[in-house]
């Protein structure tokens, strides 16, 4: 990709760009069949499920009308509330150096992401690097979640961006798409090093 103007903004997305998450770290420690585990994850707290709670409904009321449809699964149920944390391993090194190298570059970095208030709290509090933002569109906050284009115009409105000027770096090509027909410059991460040799290709302050 080559930017049409110089870029001035980072724009990151935080799971799976940042941070590693994935429902499975938790629930192979609670069901031992890996066929019944993706069936849980497909029929009972499902992708959708999920990002009602990004859009904003409460843990609180998306376990409780899980438990209420199954109730044989209730323990299981309550594990993605109680224990979410165990869903994200960790940071995503390569692309946490990138976000420091960035930073102190004095390029501006912001960030978007689909993640619930009270789970986003909570994350923010165990990665110190989660706060270097200079500000952040959390979708829960909004009652909007990618790729909606809402969410990308109320980011440019509030961080007073160019989007044509911008980076926005996602895991979700469906997110990327929607990010590139508002005008962002708009990269699918796959991965650190990919997303560091795109980055110096558009002219970035990293190493390439």
Same mark, same amino acid.
């Given at each position: ?32 069949? @890996? ?8 029929? =009972?707290?499902? %992708? /959708?499920?999920?990002?009602?709670? $990004? ?72 990665? @110190? ?8 569109? =959390?979708?829960? %906050? /909004?009652?909007?979640?990618?790729? $909606? ?60």
């Amino acid at each position: 990709m080559t930017a049409s103007s110089p870029i001035d903004t980072v724009v990151f997305d935080i799971g799976n760009v940042l941070i590693d998450y994935d429902p499975r770290y938790l629930y192979r420690q609670l069901i031992a069949d @890996a066929d019944e585990m993706e069936s849980f994850l497909s029929d =009972v707290c499902t %992708h /959708e499920w999920n990002l009602e709670q $990004d859009r904003g409904r409460s843990f609180r009321d998306g376990v409780e009308e899980r438990i209420a449809l199954f109730p044989g699964r209730a323990d299981l149920i309550r594990a993605w509330d109680t224990r979410w944390q165990e869903m994200v391993s960790g940071p995503i090194p390569g692309s946490v150096a990138i976000l420091e190298e960035i930073e102190a570059s004095g390029m501006p970095i912001f960030a978007i992401t689909n993640f619930s208030r009270e789970k986003f709290a909570e994350t923010q509090k165990r990665f @110190a690097f989660l706060t270097r933002f200079r500000d952040i569109v =959390v979708s829960a %906050h /909004e009652k909007l979640i990618k790729p $909606d284009p809402a969410i990308y115009r109320l980011a440019i409105e509030r961080f007073a961006i160019r989007p044509e000027t911008a980076v926005f770096i996602d895991d979700s090509l469906p997110n990327v798409e929607a990010a590139s027909d508002i005008g962002f410059n708009a990269l699918h991460f796959t991965g650190p090093e990919k997303l560091r040799a795109d980055l110096a290709g558009l002219g970035l302050p990293i190493k390439g």
